[in-house]
């Protein structure tokens, strides 16, 4: 996660397509790509893309930027609260027996199907919903984002956010525009109602890793990829993400 608008490798995290892909939204992986590893995390820095191709995942770790927004312990720690006792309800999603189906398969060391396949059909499940026009407004927006049009896509999200609160797909795609928008505070906002909606997002889970990077909070961002690694054992390169973090202090300043 970072400022990825003109960056279509980066794009990819949180669920935003390329514009190349069009109006199918392609494979939506976490945010580290083939290889990556941590250069250097802390209060000013930032988790920004590595200029490879676009059918390539995810980010490098490298020092950029002050943030904008700061996120306060409270809110970091709510979301982390979230991941180590998830809700006990049933995620608020449709077509809920396939998604279950989909991530025992995920689940396991060697599906019999490949990864990406697996993980194409649950993002596709995440990603639609039972009224076209949701469907529609949610294309919009995530055509919008990806041409860095955020004013355009933010009244959109919020719009359909309204309209139905209990699409975790919604929350999750607001929250990647205001991680975009270096508005961290209100990301985890949202990441805190994807969660509440649907646990297993592993694409949040490593969004808000990647936030707790920013700001320094290795322990965090550790515990999250390891969270997500652990529903999604196929994400490449986040293993060894996770083995660098554990070399470095736990908090920086």
């Not at 991941?83 to 049933?90: D, F, G, K």
């Not at 294309?139 to 699409?167: C, F, T």
């Not at 270096?182 to 969004?207: N, Q």
Request: aromatic content about 4%; proline content about 8%; glycine content about 6%.
């Amino acid at each position: 996660m970072s400022v990825w608008a003109d960056d279509p490798a980066a794009q990819r995290a949180w669920a935003m397509p390329p514009p190349e892909e069009g109006s199918s939204f392609g494979r939506q992986g976490c945010n580290l790509p083939r290889g990556a590893r941590v250069q250097s995390v802390g209060p000013a820095s930032s988790a920004l893309p590595a200029r490879e191709s676009s059918r390539k995942r995810g980010v490098s770790i490298v020092r950029a930027s002050r943030r904008k927004v700061s996120p306060s312990d409270p809110s970091i720690n709510g979301v982390l609260g979230l991941l180590l006792e998830p809700a006990s309800s049933t995620p608020a999603v449709h077509a809920q027996r396939r998604l279950d189906a989909l991530f025992r398969e995920l689940a396991k060391p060697e599906p019999s199907r490949s990864p990406d396949a697996i993980e194409d059909l649950i993002w596709s499940l995440w990603i639609s919903h039972p009224q076209s026009d949701a469907e529609d407004t949610m294309a919009a927006a995530v055509e919008a984002m990806s041409a860095g049009a955020l004013d355009l896509a933010r009244p959109m999200l919020d719009r359909l956010i309204a309209q139905h609160p209990d699409w975790a797909e919604a929350w999750n795609k607001r929250a990647t525009l205001a991680y975009l928008e270096r508005r961290d505070a209100d990301a985890l906002g949202d990441i805190t109602e994807v969660l509440r909606l649907e646990p297993r997002h592993f694409g949040a889970i490593a969004g808000f890793g990647q936030i707790c990077l920013r700001h320094g909070r290795v322990r965090e961002a550790r515990a999250a990829f390891q969270i997500a690694l652990r529903i999604n054992p196929h994400i490449e390169g986040l293993g060894e993400v996770i083995q660098d973090l554990a070399a470095l202090p736990r908090t920086l300043h």
